[in-house]
């Protein structure tokens, strides 16, 4: 048990459809879950991340496809016979009972002895340091603290996994930054495999080790942080992941002497040799650029590390002021492009600008298919 | 400030004609010896030492307690066991039979009983007394229940709707974690449905409570509170008294004993009703 030792499990789904009537929600799920890792199911409203939860919960059968623990299939058994625990976005705190009991009632339910639930609960409560809470009732609590008291009555059975279902979503944004660490720091002293969905592109990268993206009711990349961000697979993921959104624009190849044109309606990129290889298929054909707005650089804030690099004009359209960061909408034409760079740097709305493009972080895609080719 | 009690004035004219005028009126005669056609004469506690120290009163009082205890139990688990299981059952389905089932509601007292007389406890071809070989409204021992059996009919279908309609508004994810946990149903049931609709339901239980000290038009168009005093309760009892016996008097006497009856659970009532509030 965790009260010291750990207690886990892998989670594999392979091929998981489910349909509620005519509505597909998904379409085949294959996906991956070590013991001990925390897996964020990351995506917008719809996409099919909950559902994927529920069917690992067993709160729903999926239509096709398996779920497998360990190496036990657990498609259809009942949640109870599959040791999990689950947070729900509510918290589903019962506000009849104390915190004490709360936490108490799985443990009474499995019929598990009293001095051992007195136990249990005690440790559960510390570990969430909610100990001087235990006689409260719900309304007592704040939200931050019900939250608590929820994830004490999930861990406190010691589940082989751990689903947590939007289980920030109700919090205020300090508070959620808070619990995010905490939530991280408590599965990484338990080590329970955890399954967390959220649609917050900033929980999923600052608490998983993986994530996998969802779209459609479909997976549409599986990676650790640094992968999603860096080498996303698709337009979506691309599109999906990172604050301001990816800038995409259509490009057509052309192969120059030196090296490979972006020819866009508004400006051209020149890519140095060594891409000619990776593009020689898509000559005279579009592709989609993708350039995250952080990776453009206004003169005289380019860091000198850039090693490749283009630069592109515009005018400047709009300005975002954040503070640390400044969100410039640069005008090239035909397209407005999202560019941002140091809060120290404010430039004025009509201002031409020229913007360094680091060219080892650009992206492009497949016009038809939208998969990442570099 | 003086406007908003102008306002009020309607109102409160209104409520002191219809309530509190008939109220007081009561409590006056029930001191008084009064046949409702002559001046009433004063006599002080006359009436209650008759009342109190007639066994009839207190045999009158028990059936109502039996009343009240049969409706604390019978139509409630029933309604409580119907409207669980509709928590199972298809939306629109649901709908259905929540209709269904408050039909009977809606129907007049007076049809009901009347129909449940002639079809289900006529003493020769009711199809219950057929069944059981026994004519149970014509027996003093089986009078009381067969009319409890015919209120029930009429009244557990409406008390589902009030339940159901409380269920629904029961978050369903204390379900699925109960659910998760490794509840089954009947500790779902215990620990999420019941907790849950606690309010609702100690509220219909109490007015259970008040309206079983009230009751009169099913005994009084059945039994008229016979065989012999088998089915008297206090408001048949206090209906005779007056109408009857032209004891108007004591009748009102009786009638404040019924209020003092029915107020206890309401005392009760309010007294959770505020005790709960610190906890909502």
């Not at chain 1, 991956?32 to 919960?57: H, M, Q, Y």
């Not at chain 1, 004009?313 to 400044?326: N, P, Q, R």
């Not at chain 2, 002559?38 to 066994?55: A, H, M, V, W």
């Not at chain 2, 009381?144 to 009919?153: D, G």
């Amino acid at each position: 048990m965790f009260m010291g030792d750990t207690y886990m499990v892998d989670v594999h789904l392979r091929g998981v459809v489910k349909r509620f009537g005519k509505t597909i929600a998904l379409r085949g799920i294959d996906l991956d879950i070590n013991d001990g890792e925390f897996v964020v199911l990351l995506g917008p409203s719809g996409c099919g991340k909950t559902t994927t939860l529920r069917i690992i919960a067993g709160l729903e059968k999926p239509t096709k496809g398996k779920v497998i623990f360990g190496n036990r299939e657990v498609t259809y058994l009942p949640p109870r016979e599959r040791n999990i625990s689950m947070v729900f976005q509510s918290y589903a705190v019962w506000p009849h009972m104390t915190v004490y009991d709360n936490i108490a009632f799985p443990l009474k339910i499995k019929k598990v002895p009293k001095e051992e639930i007195d136990k249990r609960v005690k440790w559960a409560a510390e570990l969430l340091q909610i100990s001087e809470l235990l006689n409260r009732y719900p309304h007592q609590l704040s939200g931050g603290q019900r939250q608590r008291v929820a994830v004490a009555r999930a861990i406190v059975v010691e589940p082989q996994v751990l689903l947590m279902d939007e289980p920030l979503s109700n919090l205020d944004a300090l508070l959620r930054v808070k619990m995010r660490s905490e939530i991280k720091k408590l599965q990484r002293r338990i080590k329970v495999t955890t399954i967390y969905v959220t649609h917050d592109q900033v929980e999923a990268m600052t608490m998983g080790d993986r994530i996998a993206v969802m779209s459609a009711g479909k997976i549409m990349q599986v990676g650790t942080p640094w992968e999603i961000y860096n080498k996303p697979a698709n337009v979506f993921v691309a599109g999906f992941i990172g604050s301001p959104q990816m800038n995409f624009i259509d490009v057509t190849i052309e192969e120059a002497q030196d090296g490979i044109n972006l020819i866009s309606s508004d400006f051209t990129i020149k890519l140095p040799q060594e891409y000619i290889s990776l593009l020689k298929d898509y000559v005279g054909k579009t592709m989609i650029l993708g350039i995250r707005p952080e990776h453009m650089y206004p003169i005289g804030y380019v860091p000198a590390s850039l090693q490749k690099k283009d630069k592109i004009k515009g005018i400047v359209d709009f300005v975002e002021a954040l503070g640390s960061d400044t969100i410039i909408h640069l005008n090239t034409g035909s397209k407005i492009i999202v560019v941002k760079t140091s809060g120290t740097y404010r430039p004025k709305i009509g201002e031409e600008l020229e913007i360094v493009i680091d060219l080892d972080k650009i992206h492009l895609f497949d016009k038809n298919t939208e998969k990442a080719i570099i | 400030m003086r406007n908003t009690f102008i306002m009020l004035i309607p109102a409160l004219l209104l409520i002191a004609f219809i309530m509190i005028v008939p109220s007081i009126s009561t409590i006056y005669y029930a001191f008084t010896s009064w046949n409702g056609f002559t001046k009433p004469t004063f006599i002080g506690l006359q009436n209650y030492r008759e009342i109190f120290s007639d066994s009839l009163f207190w045999k009158v009082v028990w059936n109502n307690i039996k009343w009240t205890l049969f409706f604390l139990t019978i139509p409630v688990i029933l309604a409580l066991i119907v409207a669980s299981e509709l928590n199972n059952v298809p939306q629109k389905a649901k709908g259905v039979f929540k209709t269904i089932f408050l039909i009977p509601y809606v129907l007049p007292t007076l049809a009901v009983t009347r129909l449940w007389q002639a079809v289900f406890f006529h003493p020769l071809h009711g199809i219950i007394t057929k069944i059981f070989n026994h004519d149970f409204l014509g027996t003093p021992s089986t009078a009381l229940l067969a009319i409890a059996i015919i209120n029930t009919w009429q009244w557990w279908g409406f008390l589902a709707n009030v339940f159901s309609a409380a269920m629904d508004q029961i978050d369903k994810t204390y379900y699925e974690l109960a659910h998760l946990e490794g509840a089954n149903r009947w500790q779902m049931f215990k620990y999420v449905t019941l907790p849950m609709i606690l309010p609702t339901f100690i509220f219909m239980e109490i007015m259970t409570v008040v309206w079983s000290f009230l009751v009169f038009d099913y005994i009084f168009i059945t039994t008229q509170g016979g065989p012999g005093r088998a089915s008297e309760v206090l408001a048949t009892l206090t209906y005779k008294t007056a109408f009857f016996y032209l004891k108007f008097g004591k009748g009102s006497a009786l009638a404040t004993t019924m209020i003092m009856f029915a107020s206890v659970p309401i005392a009760i009532y309010l007294r959770l009703v505020s005790k709960g509030g610190e906890r909502v």
